[in-house]
């Protein structure tokens, strides 16, 4: 059974930085796909950043340059980094696996897209 555990999450001021951690278990194919995810109350889950098992990634424009998705080379965990934080960055974070690479069956950043999800991990970024 996959299970997708997040951590890493709180409260931060702006220019703070944190790194979330997802912990994946229970692989079902070795080429996947890991995104994560961010839900803001009121606003619609949006595609964060994700990370192809051959090490490609992509990002959504408003955190190009501020977030770094990166991987354990057992693939047990993956990683994102975020630094110089902004207020509008504090959501519920999520991770997510497709168990097919980041570039097929549809756009990264689409929800549809993966398999299974994590529960989530806050984070709060105050002026």
């Known amino acids: 059974q996959v299970q997708l555990v997040e951590s890493g999450g709180g409260s931060v001021q702006s220019g703070g930085s944190l790194t979330l951690s997802c912990a994946v278990s229970?692989?079902?194919?070795?080429?996947?796909?890991i995104g994560w995810f961010r839900q803001a109350p009121g606003k619609e889950r949006e595609g964060v950043a994700t990370?192809?098992?051959?090490?490609?990634?992509a990002y959504v424009d408003s955190v190009k340059g501020r977030f770094t998705i990166s991987q354990d080379n057992a693939w047990n965990t993956v990683h994102l980094h975020m630094s110089s934080l902004k207020p509008e960055d504090t959501a519920m974070y999520y991770c997510?696996?497709?168990?097919?690479?980041?570039?097929?069956?549809?756009?990264?950043?689409?929800?549809?897209?993966?398999?299974?999800w994590g529960q989530g991990t806050q984070v709060t970024v105050s002026s």
């Open positions: 990370i192809d098992t051959d090490g490609s990634s």
């Open positions: 997510a696996v497709d168990w097919k690479a980041c570039w097929v069956g549809g756009d990264w950043y689409e929800y549809s897209k993966y398999k299974s």
């Open positions: 229970g692989y079902g194919n070795s080429r996947h796909c």
